[in-house]
């Protein structure tokens, strides 16, 4: 069930099965939180299927006991996909043009990647079949990585009652059965998977597969940028006019401002929403959930911020859920741009602040104030339910609500520019720059302890 872009890597599994194959039934073998992909799949009506559950009493006692587990409820040709794989633009749709006459059919890639073969199977050929598989080989005959997709017959059934357990793991290992059907001859065929594969085993794993996927599907993504505005006549113009050509859409909310920035902000090619707001916070979370875009990006009215860094803040979204720009970088800061010294260590102090608090998500801040940002609509779909603070302290809730639901946060530099016009709503002077800390400072020990 963990998340790859936005997308349980099981639903895509399911979802994979359903549109190569036209496998509209399915039993997913659980054990450890079962209950919960329970809840969230229910019948499977929601992904176009039938879903049946079995538990396996021995989870803990290898792969090989999900065959034992469903030999009473599976008795035809059947596919087997492990939950914990991914597969990208693949040949699946393949398998249902093998040559007859097999009893198992094992999936490999093509695999340059040594150590990546070493840990996990791989498979002896011989004539264009698999005559034995070797679980984390020491020595490699070929460059074949053995995947997680099967396909069997239920002679299988036989073979698993006929493997003892492994002498290395203790364990019931299907690689073992498998190889025990190879050596007493069953045909077994090995079914080469194109596409990208990578089988998710930890949080490095997990980050490279959010990282694939956004990357090959990235140019087919709409970008929103989102512009909380409030009596910004003299910049509203030129800030739409610089964003708009790298986005698919520029949204404006107005809060019915007097000098008409909802109307220069129409000119200049954005789309206005003029009603009443409760604060930044409440501008930006209904600009946020008005917008329609695959990627949501925060910017400032005020010039503050150009177009020219969003390229970075969309590079690095593909290797995180929401990335955050810093202003306390000082080759970044324009002269006669609002950072000054206590701006800029008491915005690294609360960062650092957050930090501490949430030491075992291990984030790097060293700006809590800092508007411009972009992020994933599903991860902004997550924690837009725990958002509760109109004012200034929006911005450092917003990140540690992604903490919370465990999203990836990655902080980059972001030049800072002057203002156009106007004054900052919450450090024009620096009486309201120690009120605003002290507001963050408040919402973050609030949220830590839960208090208040």
């Given at each position: 069930m963990l998340e790859v872009a936005g997308i349980p890597l099981l639903v895509r599994n399911l979802t994979l099965l359903r549109e190569?194959?036209?496998?509209?039934?399915?039993?997913?073998?659980?054990?450890?939180?079962?209950?919960?992909?329970?809840?969230?799949?229910?019948?499977?009506?929601?992904?176009?299927?039938?879903?049946?559950?079995?538990?396996?009493?021995?989870?803990?006692?290898?792969?090989?006991?999900?065959?034992?587990?469903?030999?009473?409820?599976?008795?035809?040709?059947?596919?087997?996909?492990?939950?914990?794989?991914?597969?990208?633009?693949s040949n699946h749709a393949d398998l249902t043009v093998v040559p007859d006459g097999w009893e198992v059919i094992c999936g490999v890639h093509e695999c340059d990647d040594d150590l990546l073969i070493r840990k996990n199977y791989s498979v002896e050929l011989q004539d264009g079949r698999i005559v034995g598989l070797v679980e984390k080989p020491e020595q490699l005959p070929n460059r074949y990585l053995g995947c997680g997709t099967y396909c069997f017959t239920p002679a299988i059934y036989a073979d698993a009652h006929a493997t003892p357990r492994s002498a290395r793991t203790g364990r019931l290992e299907l690689t073992d059965i498998i190889d025990h059907a190879a050596r007493r001859g069953a045909v077994v065929l090995p079914f080469v998977i194109g596409g990208q594969y990578l089988n998710v085993n930890s949080v490095e794993d997990l980050n490279l597969?959010?990282?694939?996927v956004r990357s090959l599907l990235f140019d087919r993504q709409r970008v929103s940028v989102v512009i909380p505005a409030y009596n910004e006549a003299a910049s509203i113009g030129h800030v739409v006019r610089d964003f708009l050509p790298l986005a698919d859409e520029v949204v404006v909310m107005d809060n019915c401002s007097a000098d008409g920035t909802g109307d220069l902000a129409r000119e200049a090619g954005a789309t206005v929403y003029s009603r009443t707001l409760r604060g930044y916070g409440d501008a930006?979370?209904?600009?946020?959930?008005?917008?329609?875009?695959?990627?949501?990006?925060?910017?400032?009215?005020d010039g503050t911020f150009r177009a020219k860094d969003m390229g970075k803040l969309l590079e690095y979204l593909k290797d995180a859920d929401m990335v955050i720009g810093t202003r306390t970088t000082r080759q970044l800061i324009e002269q006669g741009a609002n950072m000054d010294g206590l701006l800029r260590w008491g915005n690294v102090v609360v960062g650092k602040l957050i930090e501490g608090l949430w030491w075992g998500r291990e984030p790097r801040f060293t700006d809590v104030g800092c508007t411009y940002r972009a992020v994933w609509r599903d991860a902004w779909r997550k924690i837009r339910p725990f958002l509760t603070r109109f004012d200034a302290a929006f911005s450092p809730e917003m990140m540690i609500e992604m903490l919370r639901v465990e999203g990836r946060v990655i902080e980059v530099p972001v030049s800072y520019y002057g203002r156009r016009g106007g004054e900052s709503k919450h450090s024009s002077s620096r009486w309201h720059s120690v009120r605003t800390g002290l507001k963050m400072v408040g919402l973050i020990l609030q949220k830590r302890f839960n208090f208040g």
């Open positions: 190569t194959l036209n496998i509209t039934e399915a039993v997913l073998v659980v054990g450890h939180r079962g209950e919960y992909v329970r809840e969230k799949l229910g019948d499977g009506a929601a992904l176009g299927m039938t879903l049946r559950y079995v538990d396996n009493p021995d989870v803990d006692g290898g792969l090989g006991t999900l065959l034992l587990a469903i030999e009473p409820h599976v008795q035809e040709p059947f596919v087997l996909l492990l939950g914990d794989e991914l597969y990208v633009e597969a959010n990282f694939v930006i979370m209904q600009g946020m959930d008005a917008a329609t875009g695959d990627v949501l990006v925060l910017v400032e009215a």
